[in-house]
């Protein structure tokens, strides 16, 4: 019964590079949720799948970040050109779509950028 | 703007003590959540509630909710060690699946 797996756990990098971090959802979840933490701060939504239908895309900072996800599973969020202010932790959520949009988190991926 | 606003930011206290933390909210809602978060892990669900009741139990958790004041508690009782981590309520926004989180209160719960 794995939960939400999210990879790399850690990741440093140069300002400037991309970067591409993954989350795997619980499977079967029909949802799944990305958020930004800065450090000591709340969560700050990114973007929203569910199911089929179009991603909300309503929290995504500006057009350097972008994410997909495949085949209703695997998402990847991808941040281009990566600026010191990207460094966070990033998690990602999933739900089933039906317990009242109970979410289940990853450990997330903490960013630096240099 | 976030939709739910914890208070206080920062509690500290002993073990055995009771802790209690608070939410505020802006909109209506048709339930509420609270989350735990260990420092450097994900969140965790800990218990919803609906809005149309006004309290709940689960094991030494008992959170309340008062849809006249928006506004909702979080009481930890007995509280042990492992209780120390930031706690978060969550609302839904809009009647989408998207929850908007508050700041979280740090709580500390010294052996």
């Known amino acids: 019964g794995a939960g939400v797996s999210q990879s790399p756990s850690n990741k440093v990098t140069e300002k400037g590079k991309d970067v591409e971090l993954r989350c795997d959802p619980i499977?079967?979840?029909?949802?799944l949720y990305w958020y930004r933490q800065s450090l000591g701060q709340g969560l700050e939504f990114l973007i929203y799948f569910q199911g089929n239908s179009a991603p909300d895309k309503s929290g995504l900072p500006s057009d350097r970040f972008s994410a997909e996800r495949t085949g209703g599973s695997v998402s990847t969020l991808t941040i281009q050109r990566t600026q010191q202010e990207d460094s966070a932790v990033y998690l990602c959520?999933?739900?089933?779509?039906?317990?009242?949009?109970?979410?289940?988190f990853g450990a997330g991926t903490r960013l630096s950028v240099l | 703007s976030q939709q739910g606003e914890e208070d206080p930011q920062a509690l500290s206290i002993q073990e055995g003590e009771n802790a209690t933390m608070n939410c505020s909210y802006k909109t209506s809602i048709n339930n509420l959540q609270w989350y735990r978060q260990n420092s450097g892990r994900g969140l965790v669900h800990l218990i919803l509630i609906r809005s149309n009741e006004r309290e709940k139990h689960s094991g030494r958790l008992r959170v309340t909710l008062d849809t006249s004041k928006k506004s909702s508690s979080l009481l930890i009782t007995a509280s042990r060690a492992a209780d120390t981590a930031s706690y978060f309520c969550?609302?839904?926004?809009?009647?989408?699946?998207?929850?908007?989180f508050g700041k979280g209160t740090k709580l500390t719960v010294n052996p």
């Open positions: 499977s079967g979840h029909t949802a």
């Open positions: 969550a609302t839904p926004q809009g009647g989408s699946e998207k929850l908007v």
């Open positions: 959520a999933s739900s089933d779509g039906r317990s009242k949009n109970i979410q289940y």
